[in-house]
């Protein structure tokens, strides 16, 4: 556990505990007041409200079109299966700069319902609640769907032996089987939303604002630290007790189901109902998460003179983007690519330490330190990246102008997909092949690298996926520190769309589709590396 607690609290508590020190802090003197001035002020109030309830709705809106889906690929077996689930999985890992740019190009002014109907839906609540069901469709797919695959049907079947009807079998049965998982999703839905970021950044415009765009704002473009500051704890507050509770329905869920290999639950689709059931959830797939991102890509090759490459070619020009870049976009590709790898090194390390120390031990310490490896999901990215700005400012942590300090911040979002990934397999490992080669002389690393080793060698790789690809879309953090000259790709996009002209438009479309063609590779490797499906998402 040293190693993982000394990196969070190095390059996170640190951070995080100095710049609301800083805002909360007046001549040296704690000044608490301000944290009532700035809750009791109208508009943070609006922020608030406007927050929570977009969340609310976002994760009610995600599970109603999302539950249907996980039902088809718990129970259905169909051609294309695993290929579809790493296309519902892509939205998820996809950075939110791109997902708004998708919804953007889309809804958005010249976008396809413009273009087709008049219609535009940005700067609208719509466009953004359409947008976190995209993002989250995957986390409630794979996390119910994952245990509901698992659930023995003979219990159903038993009921409705028994005279139940199919829906009163599957509320008595099945429903509260499901009921942890399902509220582990909603949780985990409803926690991405609160602290949605880019998406509401690029589709809210000046009407909407969460509260981690409000921090942002009063960060940098007000430097209103003092507010800034109450907001990050106000946001820290909420998160630690949506935490919580997650950890709660996780060991709920753990300790209470007696599940069965999913290999034996799964079935063709029989009857009318069913195939209408998976074609409604194809639908579903393809309106929701597929049209977004072709029209995305067709944008990017829709250029001044019809489609073609121009978009691109202009990519390889620093002097073709308005001033927008020190040097060529395309560059970016290769800054994301160094830094998204440089991050996986620090994620699987302190994340593979922290699994294996988790499933070593047990209690109230464990819980916590369990927990305080998931909060930079939660914790405001804004607050993180400025924060990076102010502590690591002196000798020997002097780091402003060193390359790593990109790398560290897309690990500290990492490192929680690693553990998760990581510890039901660890957890599956069998005690007494460790004491069995104890017994036979190895030492602790001997036995850690000829038993745990070669048993968890495929979660290994599918932790190191999903780090590369979550490192490759970290934006909170990575605006406020990456350099001039070396930016990454979702702070390119983002750049991009924030400049007028139609050029700008076309190479932030185009970015975007190179950045989502490398985090869809990267899904479809692992699917097919993945061999294990009852972890954590």
């Not at 469709?137 to 139940?164: C, F, I, K, N, S």
């Not at 020997?396 to 911040?409: F, K, Y």
Request: aromatic share 10%.
């Amino acid at each position: 556990m040293a190693v993982p607690l000394a990196f969070f609290g190095v390059f996170f508590a640190y951070p995080v505990a100095l710049i609301v020190s800083r805002g909360l802090k007046d001549g040296g003197r704690w000044q608490f007041a301000r944290i009532g001035e700035v809750v009791t002020d109208p508009r943070i109030g609006d922020v608030l409200w406007f927050t929570t309830w977009q969340a609310a709705a976002s994760t009610a809106l995600t599970l109603l079109l999302a539950l249907p889906g996980a039902y088809v690929f718990a129970r259905f077996d169909f051609p294309g299966k695993q290929l579809l689930r790493a296309v519902v999985t892509v939205p998820f890992v996809l950075p939110t700069v791109v997902v708004g740019s998708a919804f953007l190009a889309l809804l958005g002014r010249g976008g396809l319902l413009d273009e087709l109907w008049g219609v535009r839906l940005d700067t609208t609540v719509w466009a953004i609640l359409l947008a976190h069901v995209f993002f989250n469709y995957a986390v409630v797919v794979r996390t119910v769907g994952g245990l509901w695959a698992q659930l023995d049907p003979r219990q159903e079947e038993a009921a409705r032996v028994l005279g139940a009807g199919r829906f009163a079998a599957w509320r008595r049965v099945t429903l509260p089987a499901l009921g942890p998982a399902v509220a582990a999703a909603a949780l985990m839905v409803f926690l991405f939303t609160f602290t949605s970021f880019g998406v509401v950044q690029i589709l809210g415009g000046p009407r909407y604002a969460t509260l981690e765009v409000e921090i942002y704002q009063q960060t940098a473009q007000l430097l209103d630290l003092p507010t800034a500051a109450v907001l990050t704890l106000v946001q820290f507050v909420a998160v630690a007790a949506l935490l919580a509770v997650h950890a709660w329905t996780v060991r709920r869920r753990e300790s209470t189901l007696k599940l069965v290999d999913a290999s034996r639950t799964a079935r063709r689709p029989s009857g009318a109902a069913q195939w209408a059931l998976l074609a409604s959830v194809l639908a579903v797939v393809a309106l929701l998460l597929l049209v977004p991102l072709v029209v995305l890509v067709l944008r990017s090759f829709d250029g001044p003179d019809g489609y073609g490459l121009a978009f691109y070619r202009a990519l390889a020009s620093a002097g073709d983007n308005g001033g927008t870049f020190l040097v060529a976009p395309l560059e970016t590709i290769g800054n994301s690519l160094a830094y998204g790898l440089a991050a996986t090194a620090v994620a699987v390390v302190v994340g593979g330490l922290a699994a294996a120390a988790l499933t070593r031990r047990e209690g109230r310490l464990v819980r916590g330190f369990d927990a305080l490896l998931m909060l930079p999901l939660g914790t405001s990215a804004v607050t993180v990246g400025f924060g990076f700005l102010i502590a690591l400012d002196e000798p020997p942590l002097d780091l402003r102008t060193s390359w790593i300090l990109v790398p560290l911040a897309q690990a500290l979002v990492g490192v929680p997909f690693v553990v998760r990934t990581m510890l039901p397999v660890l957890r599956a490992v069998d005690v007494r092949l460790r004491e069995a080669a104890a017994v036979l002389g190895a030492s602790p690393l001997r036995a850690w690298r000829e038993v745990d080793l070669p048993l968890v060698g495929r979660a290994l790789a599918v932790a190191a996926g999903f780090a590369f690809a979550v490192s490759l879309g970290e934006f909170g953090a990575t605006v406020f520190i990456a350099r001039p000259d070396s930016p990454t790709l979702p702070v390119a996009v983002a750049r991009l769309l924030g400049r007028p002209g139609e050029l700008n438009y076309g190479q932030a479309m185009a970015l975007s589709t190179v950045l989502m063609l490398v985090c869809a590779v990267a899904l479809l490797v692992l699917e097919r590396v993945r061999t294990d499906r009852t972890g954590e998402f």
